[in-house]
């Protein structure tokens, strides 16, 4: 069983849709995956696909129901565990709270193959602590400056946490290839130079007007482009993670 955190110093870079589409990508390849959504007080991976949990993380850190039981079945194969948005006292879980939550999950992936943490953007203390829970932590950036700024602030935490040999790094949202690997570069050098440690790429996703499209109608875009520049690329990133 592995568990793949998603995460990124800022909103706007296409974290949740990357979780959402690797988590189906794994799934169509055979793999059982579990979708939590960890993105605590911002939640929106049911949002984006359109579904009404009939309980969420919200639920169990009420004590209304298990971690198991707010599991929800999504037809593309996948469980996913929904969080709860708009809930502020979930962006800011007592630590105790929050190891309880990580205990539980530890039990129930042992039923998968992969469990995808879709985190919140930003570098809170919570969301550190998901980062370090997981085997590999996918740090995820676009070209623009802010975004390279804040991931490799994500990046820096990580590396102080005794963790940064798990970090991995996604460029989405490029405009060719080549510009991704630019983009890559451009990040790969400050942690280098600050850090003494060099990130690996394992994927650079082109941008695609269908990523959009598919948001918009809340389907999962390897079920309606699965022949995509995205879906490729996201196909070739799971396949990078082995």
Known sequence: MTLIAVASGK???????????????????GRRVLL???????????????????????????????LAEAVLAHEGGFDILPGRSGSGTLAALPPATLEAVLHGLSDLARRYHTVVLDLGAGLEPT??????FADLLLVVATEEPTSLTDAYAVLKLHEAAGRGASARIVVNQ??????????????????????GRTPPCVGVIRRDARVGEAIRRQT???????NSDAAEDVEALAAALG
């Open 174 to 195: 490029a405009p060719t290839r080549a510009a991704g690997t630019r983009t890559y570069l451009r990040l790969a050098r400050a942690c280098t130079a600050f850090l």
């Open 220 to 226: 999962l875009l390897l079920a309606r482009h699965p």
């Open 36 to 66: 939590f959504d960890a993105d605590l007080g911002l939640a929106n991976v049911d949002i984006q696909l359109g579904l009404t949990p009939h309980a969420d993380l919200g639920g169990v850190l009420a004590g209304q129901v298990t």
């Open 11 to 29: 909103g706007g870079v296409g974290k949740t849709w990357l979780a959402v589409t690797l988590s189906h990508t794994l799934a169509r390849a």
């Open 127 to 132: 969301v550190q602590r998901l980062a370090a």
